[in-house]
C-alpha cells in the first residue's frame, strides 16, 4: 500500500508501535484490528519469546497478516534488559556498561552477534543504544545499561554500536532523551525529575545524541522524565525538548519516539492528551506494550482530534514521510 491511498486512520495506526501479552497474537482481537489497519509496528518482549523456531515462526505470521510491513521491534540492550532469555537459558550478552570496560573490540563483537541474531529472527528495529551518561551512580533505573559515566565513553561506545547495527540493516533507536542518567527514580514506577542547568544538560547527557544524530542514527526515543530547567513537563510530550532542541537545535530529521506509554511516569496525563501534546511536540510514533481497548480508542481519538482543528493533519503526515522513508531505506517496504 502506498501512502497516498491510506485513511487518515491507517495513517494514525502507523504511528503506534504496540505488543500483546501472550505468544499468539491472533487471540488479541485488538492487536488483530491495529494490525490489519496499518500498524505501524510491533514490540516484542520475553513472553512472546519461546523457542528460536517459535519466534521465527511468529514472525513470519505476523509479516503474513500486517496491512502494511511493520517495524519489528525489540529491547535488547544486554544484561538485564534481554528479551531472549527462554532461546537461550538465561542472559547471554553482557551489559552495556560491562561489554564497554571490556574494551570496543569486545563491544564490536558482541553488536554484531546482537545484530545478526536479531535479523536471523526476523526483527529490524532494536530500541538500543542507550546514550544515556550513568552520571548518578544511585541511579535506579539505567545503572549499568550506560556504557558509563563519562560523555566521552558514551559517544566512543555508540559510535562502535551505530556503526555494527547499520552494517547488518537493524535500525537502531537511541535512548532516552535528553539523558536519562541523572535520575534518582525509576520512570516506570514514578515520575523522576532531574534538577540539572541547561548548560550542564548539554554538555554533559545530550552530547552523545548530539554525536548520535551527525553518525545518521535514524530513531532516537524521548524520556519520560521532567527537567525543569526547560519545561516542567515530561520530555517525551514537550515541544520545548522535542520541537525546539531535538529537531530545531540538533537538527534531527528522523523518527521520534516515546518510551513505553504505559509507564507511570507518564500517568499524569491522559493518554488522549499525552499522546496529542507529544504530536505537536513534534513525536512521531508511540511505543505501547499492550494492544489494550485503549490504544484502539487512542486511534479513534487521535483521529477526531485532527477533524476537530486539534492536531494539524500536516504532522500526522510528517510522521508518516518519516516512517516510510525509514520502511524504504532499510527495505521493509519494497
Do not use: W
Not at 15 to 34: A, E, H, P, S, Y
Not at 263 to 281: D, L, P, T, V, W
Request: glycine share 6%; aromatic share 8%.
Amino acid at each position: 500500500m502506498h501512502k497516498e491511498e491510506m485513511t487518515l486512520q491507517q495513517k494514525i495506526a502507523q504511528m503506534f508501535i504496540v505488543g500483546f501479552t501472550d505468544n499468539n497474537f491472533r487471540q488479541n482481537k485488538n492487536f488483530m484490528l491495529l494490525l490489519e489497519n496499518g500498524l505501524g509496528g510491533v514490540i516484542f518482549f520475553s513472553h512472546n519469546i519461546k523457542t528460536d523456531i517459535q519466534f521465527k515462526k511468529l514472525i513470519e505470521e505476523l509479516k503474513n497478516t500486517a496491512l502494511i510491513p511493520p517495524f519489528l521491534s525489540i529491547d535488547q540492550e544486554g544484561g538485564r534488559v534481554e528479551r531472549t532469555e527462554k532461546i537461550h537459558n538465561g542472559r547471554k550478552y553482557l551489559s552495556a556498561k560491562n561489554a564497554f570496560e571490556m574494551g570496543l573490540t569486545f563491544l564490536q563483537n558482541q553488536t554484531k552477534e546482537i545484530a545478526l541474531e536479531l535479523k536471523q529472527y526476523g526483527l529490524n528495529m532494536n530500541f538500543s543504544p542507550v546514550l544515556d551518561v550513568n552520571t548518578n551512580p544511585d541511579n535506579p533505573v539505567i545503572g549499568d545499561r550506560a556504557f558509563s559515566s563519562l560523555t566521552e565513553d558514551v559517544v566512543n561506545a555508540a559510535k562502535v554500536v551505530l556503526k555494527e547495527y547499520e552494517k547488518y540493516g537493524i535500525i537502531t533507536v537511541g535512548k532516552h532523551f535528553p539523558g536519562h542518567g541523572a535520575a534518582d527514580k525509576d520512570s516506570h514506577k514514578t515520575l523522576p525529575v532531574i534538577d540539572l542547568s541547561l548548560d550542564e544538560l548539554k554538555n554533559k547527557h545530550i552530547k552523545p545524541f548530539e554525536e548520535a544524530i551527525k553518525l545518521g542514527i535514524p530513531a532516537i526515543m524521548g524520556a519520560h522524565v521532567i527537567y525543569p530547567a526547560i519545561e516542567n513537563i515530561p520530555a517525551s510530550v514537550s515541544e520545548k525538548i522535542i520541537n525546539d532542541i531535538l529537531i530545531n537545535d540538533l537538527k534531527f530529521d528522523g523518527i521520534i519516539m516515546t518510551d513505553d506509554m504505559e509507564m507511570n511516569a507518564i500517568k499524569g496525563f491522559s493518554k488522549q492528551e499525552a499522546c496529542i501534546r507529544a504530536i505537536k511536540a513534534g513525536v512521531n510514533m508511540f511505543i505501547f506494550r499492550d494492544a489494550t481497548k485503549d490504544v484502539l480508542n487512542l486511534v479513534n481519538a487521535i483521529e477526531k482530534a485532527v477533524y476537530d482543528g486539534l492536531i494539524n493533519e500536516e504532522m500526522i503526515n510528517t510522521s508518516i514521510d518519516k516512517i516510510f522513508k525509514l520502511k524504504y531505506r532499510y527495505g521493509i517496504i519494497q
